[in-house]
T-cell receptor, first 110, second 118 residues
Framework: AQRVTQPEKLLSVFKGAPVELKCNYS??????LFWYVQYSRQRLQLLLR??SRESIKGFTADLNKGETSFHLKKPFAQEEDSAMYYC????????????FGKGTHLIIQP | DAGVTQSPTHLIKTRGQQVTLRCSPK?????VSWYQQALGQGPQFIFQ???????QRGNFPDRFSGHQFPNYSSELNVNALLLGDSALYLC?????????????????FGEGSRLTVL
């Protein structure tokens, strides 16, 4: 069975400090990994996908198959980054449902 | 484009009752998925509909059923409600399952229907 683990329920950092949101997964095949974000009073939305290898709003995430991790990083946190972040997995190559982690609430302090 | 719309936004039911939740996908999308999000948890996949058929199902009992209409809108039905069914139910739409490169895995979510079972 596939599983996504986000060990931190809450992460608080100061503005300008680096941010790392941890995500570990278990899956026997080649998964597709995603980060979704939910800002206050907004709906859940895609932040980035590992396949596209892009940087969105200064965030990057690298898939590490050896460590089965997909940590989300940003070198300098901004107050507008405060939100709920969910890591999600989809079995590779399909159009299947996503398996989400429990989420990490990121708070950026001024 | 209003994006994904869901109704009702809130509802209260008692144990044993039945509930129907509705979803209209984003314009141009023909695949609808339903997720259950309990308090403090991430969304959990219930099932996915495409071409009016259930294509994939998560680990949910048969009390959870759905339907997709020719206009791609969808309903989620839950029978014999339990207290544990209290949650936010999210609908998400995406371009067609079989559209290759268009199927990027990006889901567009609605704001959800919050169900409280007393």
């Amino acid at each position: 069975a596939q599983r996504v683990t986000q060990p931190e329920k809450l992460l608080s950092v100061f503005k300008g400090a680096p941010v790392e949101l941890k995500c570990n997964y278990s899956y026997s095949g080649s998964p597709e990994l995603f980060w979704y974000v939910q800002y206050s009073r907004q709906r859940l939305q895609l932040l980035l996908r590992h396949i596209s290898r892009e940087s969105i709003k200064g965030f990057t995430a690298d898939l590490n198959k050896g460590e089965t991790s997909f940590h989300l990083k940003k070198p300098f946190a901004q107050e507008e980054d405060s939100a709920m972040y969910y890591c999600a997995l989809r079995s590779g190559g399909g159009a299947d449902g996503l398996t989400f982690g429990k989420g990490t609430h990121l708070i950026i302090q001024p | 484009d209003a994006g994904v719309t869901q109704s009702p936004t809130h509802l209260i039911k008692t144990r044993g009752q039945q509930v129907t939740l509705r979803c209209s996908p984003k314009s141009g999308h023909d695949t609808v998925s339903w997720y259950q999000q309990a308090l403090g948890q991430g969304p959990q996949f219930i099932f996915q509909y495409y071409e009016e058929e259930e294509r994939q199902r998560g680990n949910f009992p048969d009390r959870f059923s759905g339907h997709q209409f020719p206009n791609y809108s969808s309903e989620l039905n839950v029978n014999a409600l339990l207290l544990g069914d209290s949650a936010l139910y999210l609908c998400a739409s995406s371009p067609g399952r079989d559209r290759g490169f268009l199927n990027t895995g990006e889901l567009f979510f609605g704001e959800g229907s919050r169900l409280t079972v007393l």
